[in-house]
């Protein structure tokens, strides 16, 4: 009897015993700008049929190489997902829902991942109001449904997780954007555990809110902003995220921001805000892209 304890004393040892698992993880956050009506078009602004050739150049470009990146998106129609989808090949995939129904109807704010590289394990469209489950509900003073997609990502290779959290605020309401930048600490907190294990959540997306706005200081006290976790030599491009489509600058805010809840384990490598307009003079959209490589290095426990 003594000797069969022993053994299952043993076995439950080797059945506990950690091990280490590192995946090189690049986030990035774009808002494309939707594919508007010739008469709805800014000044400065190309339709999306001359956008779109450029932006999927740009895309396959800073993802070539990294297949473990997961990229967020706003101001997605439906049809513009689909053109990026085969601009981007057979192995990607999207999640997310669009605003007014949860399914193809209003702006997306979609997540795109390699099928090859991770497993999509769970994933909720939530609405950015009182009732944040119920499709089409728009928020305080909020002029239309604002919505965030989340979805919890297995590493096919590694078994790493992690969750990604997608949004796009109002561009008017600041009592929408507080109640909003609420809504996502409540959430980053109910997804930010799986099975006792603890995961990294990271919240990207255009908040319509400088770092002096209160929906900003909310998320920057309760979270931690990728920018001013990488070293200021690993910070590369613009600081401003919005253009509008101005040549000279005039207009360009910091909008687009990046988040993570907790730090713990993850080594940020480098961070940029990449240009959208380049020799033809053409803008990509009036948003800059905002890019982080980081390393993520998890314990787990094999069974």
């Known amino acids: 009897m003594k000797l069969l304890w022993l053994l299952v004393g043993a ?37 999306w049929p001359i956008r779109r050739p450029l932006m999927a150049a740009q895309l396959n470009y800073e993802l070539a190489g990294r297949p473990d990146s997961l990229v967020c998106m706003q ?13 981007f090949g ?34 909720k469209t939530y609405w950015l109001s009182r009732t944040p489950d119920k ?38 309401g600041k009592k929408s954007q507080e109640h909003s930048a609420a809504i996502i600490v409540d ?27 209160p929906a900003y200081n909310l998320l920057a006290t309760q ?7 990488v070293p200021s030599n690993k910070r590369f491009g613009h600081q401003k995220t919005y253009t509008g489509f101005n040549i000279d600058g005039s207009e360009d805010m910091e909008l687009d921001h990046m988040f993570v809840r907790d730090p713990m384990d993850i080594r940020f490598k480098s961070f940029a805000v990449l240009n959208t307009r380049y020799d033809d003079g053409i803008f990509i959209s009036d948003h800059r892209p905002v890019v982080v490589d980081m390393e993520i290095t998890q314990i787990a426990r094999k069974y």
């Open 11 to 47: 076995a439950a040892s080797v059945a506990a015993v950690p091990y280490q698992r590192t995946i090189n993880l690049r986030l990035m956050t774009y808002n494309i700008r939707y594919n508007v009506k010739p008469s709805k078009a800014e000044d400065g602004e190309e339709l």
């Open 75 to 87: 101001e997605v129609t439906y049809p513009q997902a689909m053109d990026l989808m085969d601009d």
């Open 90 to 123: 057979d192995d990607w995939a999207l999640t997310g829902g669009g605003r007014w129904d949860g399914a193809k109807k209003g702006e997306l704010s979609p997540i795109f991942y390699r099928r090859s590289i991770w497993n999509l394990e769970q994933t």
């Open 135 to 172: 499709a089409g509900s728009i928020g305080w003073d909020a002029e239309l449904p604002r919505i965030v997609t989340v979805g919890r990502f297995r590493h096919i290779h590694t078994g790493a997780r992690v969750v990604y959290m997608c949004t796009h605020f109002d561009w008017e």
């Open 187 to 213: 959430l980053a907190d109910r997804w930010s555990s799986h099975k006792r294990e603890s995961l990294p959540v990271f919240i990207a997306g255009d908040l319509n809110a400088t770092p002096d706005s």
């Open 223 to 229: 979270f931690y902003d990728l920018k001013y976790e």
